[in-house]
């Protein structure tokens, strides 16, 4: 414990890359706990209100608008934050404002796209056509969110994060307080209008703190300086809706063929497993994907600053999910209720999927940064197939465990792919000390997963040696100026 307090007090006057990530991430994550806070009681309240059929239900219109969102945005928001972060300071301002220009647009047409594709998404989610109102509705979200990803895409890009923190903080507190009373209230059909409140605050409170000033160009300037990221952006839309398409798939294939409570278990577990441990990766990408972007092109640089941050991600994961195998019976308990037991093979063995996917999120950050669109839309693609027919047919014959197996397995394949494109197409190595923390990190958690088999508080003996490793290496990489956290 000493040695982490020293560890932290060093932070503030450091200036290593290693410290700027770790307050990024300390800033990050007292609002993510703010909103997996947040998330957790909505989901507890839910189901306790309405059941398992209320979480299916919320998760059923989560994962439309997700899916809406990328297509109607030609997801701007990850292709424009790369332009701006690599542009000269004196480009910024027209670039920032060819992002707004194209976003409200693309806002408005998504609105309009929404409404005519409710009647579709009705019966492709349920079966019937009769839910298509609730459909409708998210088309108001659909234009809230795209006008204010404009402004937070333009203060990532510049790398102000704190006004980004406060905004998430704010719209987290007062959507939960709203959303909850028209639950309560109005049950089942007052889900979907929960979900559209939330980004309507969150358009009203970034239009509020946005801090990034607003200039006017010409119409001919904002469609010409546009054509760089929504180029890329598009590649991305196509990408990234087959990987939002495989979650969608899913919950409406559990739900037409298996019922909407079985959607909701299964819901129960991805959110645990996949959507709360993934606000980690969001804090790391904050600061590491505009960072990445200004050296993207320099294969050696760029080499050096993904091994840093696979070791980041590792000396950080391996405790969390040890801690998860341990607790995992008495998370499920407190974030849902008995209802939902039946989940828990998925989360003990899925959790331990978190090791691939930290080191696929690291690599795969790379061919965006680089601007590889195309290359992008392969690997994802390959992926998205795969996941969605491992997940299927892993369902199908072993249930929530073999959902928890089909996990492991697919985002091993990702690592694979990404790295193959790291290696072949980039030319990039990762440093010996990180390919061997890999495989320690995988051989740890392999071993925490079979005592967790045993007994509930056996993995608990491995917490000591990975938080004291974590920790140690940790402190090295804050303290070593000059270098990318000495990895």
């Known amino acids: 414990m000493g040695t982490l307090r020293h560890t932290l007090s060093r932070l503030r006057n450091s200036n290593t890359v290693s410290a700027r990530i770790f307050k990024v991430m300390g800033l990050f994550s007292g609002v993510q706990g703010l909103l997996i806070f947040c998330g957790l009681l909505r989901s507890k309240l839910i189901a306790l209100w309405i059941g398992p059929a209320g979480i299916g239900l919320y998760a059923v219109f989560n994962a439309a608008l997700q899916a809406l969102m990328p297509i109607t945005q030609l997801n701007i928001r990850q292709s424009a934050v790369r332009s701006i972060a690599a542009a000269r300071e004196s480009d910024r301002p027209a670039i920032v404002a060819s992002v707004r220009w194209w976003l409200l647009r693309l806002g408005i047409i998504g ?45 990532q890009g510049y790398m102000h994060l704190r006004p980004i923190f406060k905004v998430q903080a704010r719209t987290a507190i007062i959507s939960i307080v709203v959303g909850l009373l028209i639950i309560y209230f109005f049950r089942e059909d007052g889900i979907v209008w929960s979900i559209v409140i939330y980004y309507a605050i969150f358009l009203f409170v970034m239009l509020r703190y946005c801090d990034i000033p607003r200039r006017r160009f010409p119409a001919a300037d904002n469609r010409r300086k546009g054509r760089e990221f929504v180029r890329l952006g598009f590649y991305l839309t196509i990408a990234g809706f087959l990987g939002t398409f495989v979650q969608y798939a899913m919950i409406s294939y559990l739900t037409k063929y ?23 990766f969001n804090a790391i990408s904050l600061e590491y994907f505009p960072r990445l972007s200004q050296i993207a092109s320099r294969p050696k640089m760029a080499s050096v600053a993904v091994s840093h941050e696979i070791a980041i991600a590792m000396y950080v994961l391996v405790p969390v999910v040890i801690v998860f195998l341990a607790a995992d019976r008495l998370i499920l308990r407190l974030l849902f209720s008995s209802e939902f037991m039946v989940a828990l093979p998925m989360i003990t063995v899925g959790i331990t999927m978190l090791i691939f996917r930290g080191i696929s999120f690291c690599l795969a950050i790379v061919i965006l940064a680089r601007g590889e669109g195309r290359t992008y839309i392969i690997t994802e693609s390959l992926s998205s197939v795969i996941g969605l027919a491992l997940n299927i047919s892993f369902f199908h014959y072993w249930g ?3 959902v928890a197996v089909s996990f492991i397995i697919w985002y091993f394949i990702y690592c694979i792919i990404t790295g193959v ?42 917490l000591p040696l990975s938080v ?14 000059g270098k990318e956290g000495g990895v």
């Open 111 to 155: 609105a309009v796209v929404t409404l005519l594709l409710a009647p579709a998404l009705s019966w492709f989610s349920f079966g019937k056509l009769d839910m298509w109102p609730g459909f409708a509705v998210l088309a108001v979200a659909v234009f809230c969110y795209a006008v204010a990803n404009a402004d937070e895409t333009a203060m």
């Open 421 to 462: 494109v790291y290696y072949r197409n980039f030319g990039m190595r990762l440093t010996p000390g990180v390919i061997r923390l890999i495989v320690f990190s995988i051989v740890v958690t392999a071993a925490a997963l079979a005592l967790r088999l045993v007994a509930w508080w056996l993995p608990l003996l491995l």
């Open 258 to 280: 298996h019922g909407e409570a079985t959607a909701g278990i299964y819901q129960s577990g991805f959110l645990i497993i996949c959507s709360y441990a993934g606000l980690l």
């Open 400 to 402: 929530y465990l073999g």
């Open 468 to 481: 004291w490793m974590s920790v140690s290496r940790l402190r090295v990489m804050v303290l070593l100026k």
